[in-house]
């Protein structure tokens, strides 16, 4: 039985793919400033809104009678400029927290990032403990720490549960040796996404989104005592074929863009 609603932003986007199917036992609200959905049909319980969530009537009306808003919509590219991360990862997360509480939202789980505490992996300080002040390692990274503290703001003032989620590197398979620590496999993805959703007295939360694997960088215990998170993917079984540039997939000194 269908019993909740759940908006997904960035609908159109690459994590969004990889989410999706996960989403099947809900009935889904999908929204992008571009179509994201190839089929004329959209699937059962499922409803198509194009439109750009900056803008505030938009915004405010697609989070009508949701339950839950999952928001992937962003800039998602660490080397961006502050210039084009403002709107996208700053006004954009304030314009749908403010939308979610005045449309009495249970909960808003924000896309966040393995970046707000790159910082502490780029000086060989891991794992990395969700409960540490956040260090990004870039102005993308703060641009996540930035939603975050705003979502727990909200979570404060307010009866809307945050859930934040440090996603790491979404793909079917690590790029290179450099990102295996934090890999996150599309159906560790899913199982997260769905356990955010799904559990139960989580005022606010934040969690490190990656799969269980052997290089052991993220500290992933609070979710899984949480919110249930029982990840299943390994990045080691892909050792052999990776190319073995160990560089990490976060970023290095240097100046900041
Ligand atoms: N891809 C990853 O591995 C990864 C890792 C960590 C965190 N994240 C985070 O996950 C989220 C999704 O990332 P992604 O890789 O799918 O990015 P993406 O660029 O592939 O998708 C983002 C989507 O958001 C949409 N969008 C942007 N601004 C919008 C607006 N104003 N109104 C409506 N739609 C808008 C874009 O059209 C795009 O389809 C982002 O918040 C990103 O920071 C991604």
Same mark, same amino acid.
Request: glycine share 4%; charged share 20%.
């Given at each position: 039985m269908i019993e909740r609603t759940v908006l997904l932003t960035g609908?159109? @986007? +690459?994590?969004? #793919?990889?989410?999706?199917?996960g989403l099947s036992g809900y009935a889904r609200r999908l929204v992008d400033v571009v179509q994201p959905l190839p089929a004329a049909d959209p699937p059962e319980h499922t409803d198509v809104r194009v439109g750009d969530l900056a803008d505030r009537a938009f915004a405010t009306e697609v989070v009508q009678g949701v339950d839950t808003v999952v928001h992937l919509a962003a800039n998602p590219r660490a080397q961006a400029s502050w210039d084009a991360l403002r709107t996208p990862n700053v006004d954009l997360v304030a314009t749908i927290l403010d939308?979610? +509480?005045?449309? &009495?939202?249970? #909960?808003?789980?924000? $896309?966040?990032?393995?970046?707000?505490m790159g910082g502490y992996v780029q000086q060989e300080q891991h794992p990395v &403990?969700?409960?540490?002040?956040?260090?990004?390692?870039c102005a993308y990274g703060a641009t996540?720490?930035?939603?975050e503290a705003l979502g =727990?703001?909200?979570?404060? =003032?307010? /009866?809307?549960?945050?859930?934040?989620?440090?996603? @790491?590197?979404? +793909?079917? #398979?690590?790029? $290179?040796? @450099?990102?295996?620590?934090?890999?996150? $496999?599309?159906?560790?993805? #899913?199982?997260?996404?769905? =356990?955010?959703? *799904?559990?139960?007295d989580v005022r606010f939360g934040v969690y490190h989104g990656v799969s269980a694997n052997t290089r052991h960088e993220w500290d !992933?215990? %609070?979710?899984?005592? *949480?919110? /249930?998170?029982?990840?299943? @993917?390994?990045? *080691?079984?892909?050792? !052999? *074929?990776? &190319?073995? %540039?160990?560089? =990490?997939?976060l970023c290095p000194r240097g100046p900041v863009a």
């Open positions: 609908a159109a @986007g +690459q994590v969004a #793919r990889h989410l999706l199917p939308a979610a +509480q005045r449309a &009495d939202v249970r #909960r808003v789980i924000l $896309a966040s990032s393995v970046h707000a &403990d969700p409960f540490w002040p956040p260090s990004p390692c996540k720490a930035f939603a =727990r703001t909200y979570s404060y =003032r307010t /009866g809307l549960s945050v859930v934040c989620l440090r996603f @790491g590197a979404v +793909q079917d #398979r690590p790029f $290179a040796v @450099g990102s295996m620590p934090s890999w996150l $496999a599309p159906a560790d993805l #899913r199982h997260l996404v769905v =356990r955010a959703i *799904e559990a139960a !992933t215990s %609070n979710a899984r005592a *949480e919110i /249930g998170y029982a990840p299943t @993917g390994d990045s *080691e079984v892909f050792f !052999t *074929e990776l &190319d073995p %540039n160990p560089r =990490r997939s």
